[in-house]
């Protein structure tokens, strides 16, 4: 626990370090709709999800956000698979060189947390936005995986493409201690949005049966707080969120999305 922890006092400490040295420009050129395409935008070509291929794209169709999932092997290596098990490898409990040993469905390999923003920071259209899965080995362990990707989204000075979404809380908030221009966004819906504003989180990404229930939209505009919601693939349901001027819709049908857009213009 105190090696654990000595990790990560000396990662805050360069991260600081790293905060005070790169400074990064906004970017203005981000696609103005609503389209988070889940785990890139794969369905429609049969392409594997969390691909960097995936990625390409959601970027190509235009997709305001690719969403993707990060996970920390056994030797420390930060990775983008949604599932705790990669092809029937544990990721937690294997090394990045024996996940290597196998191969996604176009070819890829498993990528990495590097690779993946590297791909993505190629263009200035599409947004990442980045899920930090929560580690089965307990909070520790989360800790160290937040400030690793972190570090990593600082050190490639990807901050103008990356925002953060998670199921935990913890993970979130040590995001903000971490980075506090971050855009943050919770994902469990078990939190009230005045919650969420107070810890200057930038909005809710709940399951979108959530906002059936009570004044969401109305309450997000008048606490200035973004409302996502996840994971809408059926027509009916786009529309209604559409209606309701949600800022964002995170879905396994980008395309579908798209054509619903546009035939209300």
């Known amino acids: 626990m105190k ?25 203005k050129t ?26 390409k794209e959601a970027v190509r169709i235009g997709c305001h956000g690719s969403e993707f999932d990060v996970h920390m092997t056994a030797d420390s ?24 040993s196998k191969k996604l ?8 947390l590097e690779a993946y923003l590297k791909a993505g920071m190629k263009q200035k259209t599409t947004k990442l936005i980045l899920e ?5 080995a307990g909070a520790e362990n989360d800790k160290i995986l937040t400030t690793k990707v972190v570090a990593m989204v ?12 998670s199921f935990s809380y913890d993970i979130l908030k040590k995001v903000k201690s971490l980075q506090p221009e971050a855009n943050v966004a919770y994902l469990a819906g078990d939190a009230p949005l005045e919650k969420l504003k107070q810890d200057g989180f930038y909005g809710a990404d709940y399951q979108y049966g959530v906002y059936k229930k009570g004044e969401w939209f109305a309450k997000a ?4 707080l973004t409302i996502n919601a996840w994971t809408v693939n059926a027509e009916p349901e786009m529309k209604w969120l559409l209606d ?13 999305l798209f054509e619903l857009i546009n035939s209300q213009k």
């Open 105 to 112: 469905s176009n070819g890829e390999s498993i990528p990495t």
């Open 244 to 256: 309701s001027k949600i800022e964002f819709i995170t879905t396994n049908e980008p395309e579908k």
């Open 221 to 224: 505009k008048e606490l200035g």
């Open 77 to 100: 290596v930060l990775v983008v698979n949604h599932d705790a098990d990669f092809l029937g490898l544990h990721i937690e409990k294997s090394t990045y060189q024996e996940l290597l």
């Open 132 to 136: 930090i899965k929560p580690s089965k």
């Open 154 to 165: 600082v050190k490639l000075k990807a901050q103008p493409w990356v925002d953060y979404i």
């Open 30 to 55: 981000w696609n103005k709709n609503v389209v988070i395409a889940h785990r890139g935008a794969w369905k429609k070509n049969a392409l594997p999800e969390n691909s960097i291929a995936s990625l």
């Open 3 to 27: 090696h654990s922890s000595l990790i990560i006092t000396l990662m805050v400490l360069s991260l600081n370090s790293a905060f005070a040295q790169k400074k990064t420009k906004p970017i």
